[in-house]
């Protein structure tokens, strides 16, 4: 039994701590959504009214918020976790915050906390059944990969804190642009004249296969019914990340410059709450 | 047993004549590459002088070749396939095309020539063991279907020749756009500090996997040792078809024309005839 704090209970972080819970852990958790911190209460976790709370006597802090501001403000905020904490402690970061943000906060951290870089993938149905994709990177102690092997399968890419980030980059690169491209070739399909569901069954089965044409791509063809499992607004944060960290490694990406202006786009006409197949309704307008 | 005129045997036309010989039909080929005809009858097929002459005695004219122009000059030359052969015939167009051509040739055969479309997907590996992705349309006789499954797995996905290459349009979007992101995820991964191949190894695992990912992204971090499976030049010349099309149907593909311009810009470099996995060339060029 391992004492965690975590913090973050979106999408993903809600499921992923609910697992902890019921794999025995005591998981205290903090959100800026208070109703979410009610939610996984109800489901068997412990409630802290701040990040510094949820740290106060927790072995391992979790990380699973958004962005790097939320980051920041979660750990070196007021309240923040490591505001008045003192003592070693583990931090897993399991958020996509790239690999610059993650080699600064490694720099900042006090000497007595140790950083697990551990950003995932998979999606939320993935999360709830414990076998998502973590691209890892650090000095893990034993409790650390046990932890992370109870969340999914971990692979360790590197020794430095950053460089699970970079693969996640790479990850995002093929997931956004996949999801981009069925949106795009099934819009093709019903531009020609062809039924999507048609064109779908049948090049999914060939050379065109990917897990996002699969799973975006039925679901751009049957309909989220108003579910969402994965946020348009994920991928405009995280392909901006990935032009941001390419550029400053000197690379061109344009198929990812692409998809990213496709997200925005789907945005901006109001999807950026909704499920990220249906980004295929942004092409669809410009059939109208 | 079936008489078949084959016309064209490039990389994909080849092993897919030769598979027909095999399963014991008469198969008599022309190429104007007369080096290949040389290959194809040491493989037991036959050879002819000429689309006339391929075409003079034969029940299925199956047609391979790689461009419109060559396709008329093929069909409708001075020694093309219909210049002097009367009476019924199948033709069977293996070829990508387009919809708008194929259509078109719909309208020009004579009367007793029925018409089957009949891309397909796959590469050569696929072609060899005969088991490639069939995207048909027409209105095929019970021996079209029985020698369709003699090369792969035939879906037909309408009643009109035209069907069959939309369809194939929407699979080179998704083939032709995850090649590209193969290549610049892996050359982010290296413009990141990471090791292309173990950044491959572990994202091909979760949801960025795709085919290309596994077959072309392995070619990419192993080297093809100038082995050349499918060539650059198939997608540029696909993805203009793509960009045509799709641009007659009013809509916009910003992925297709990145990941046209990414092949132009290989084939400008000289790689027009290299496997389309050394694509990444073209990103690791822009590292050094």
């Known amino acids: 039994v391992t004492s965690i704090a975590w913090l973050g209970l979106g999408a993903m972080g809600a499921p992923m701590a609910a697992r902890l819970v019921a794999g025995g852990h005591e998981v205290t958790a903090y959100d800026v959504d208070a109703a979410r911190i009610d939610q996984f209460v109800a489901a068997g976790g412990r409630a802290a009214a701040s990040p510094a709370q949820a740290a106060a006597a927790s072995d391992v802090l979790a990380v699973m918020v958004a962005t790097p501001d939320q980051a920041e403000q979660a750990l070196f905020g007021a309240d923040g976790a490591l505001a008045t904490r003192s003592g070693p402690m583990r931090c897993i970061l399991f958020s996509t915050l790239g690999p610059a943000w993650v080699r600064s906060l490694a720099s900042r951290l006090p000497a007595p906390v140790g950083l697990l870089d551990a950003p995932v993938s998979g999606g939320v149905a993935r999360a709830g059944e414990g076998t998502l994709l973590i691209m890892a990177s650090g000095t893990p102690l034993p409790e650390d990969e046990e ?44 531009s020609l004249g062809i039924d999507a569901g048609l064109a779908w069954d049948t090049v999914r089965r060939g050379a065109a296969a990917s897990f996002m044409l699969d799973d975006r791509g039925r679901r751009m063809v049957e309909g989220t019914q108003g579910e969402v499992r994965s946020a348009v607004s994920i991928f405009v944060k995280d392909l901006r990340l990935v032009l941001d960290n390419a550029r400053t490694g000197g690379l061109p990406t344009p198929l990812v410059a692409a998809a990213e202006q496709l997200f925005s786009i789907a945005a901006a006409q109001g999807l950026a709450g909704r499920d990220d197949s249906e980004l295929i309704e942004v092409f669809r307008g410009w059939l109208r």
Chains 1, 2 share one sequence.
């Open 147 to 190: 932890l992370l092997r109870e969340l999914g399968d971990p692979t360790f890419v590197g020794e430095k804190p950053g460089d699970g980030q970079a693969v996640k980059m790479v990850n995002q690169v093929l997931c956004g642009v996949h999801i981009a491209a069925a949106a795009e070739a099934l819009s093709l399909a019903e």
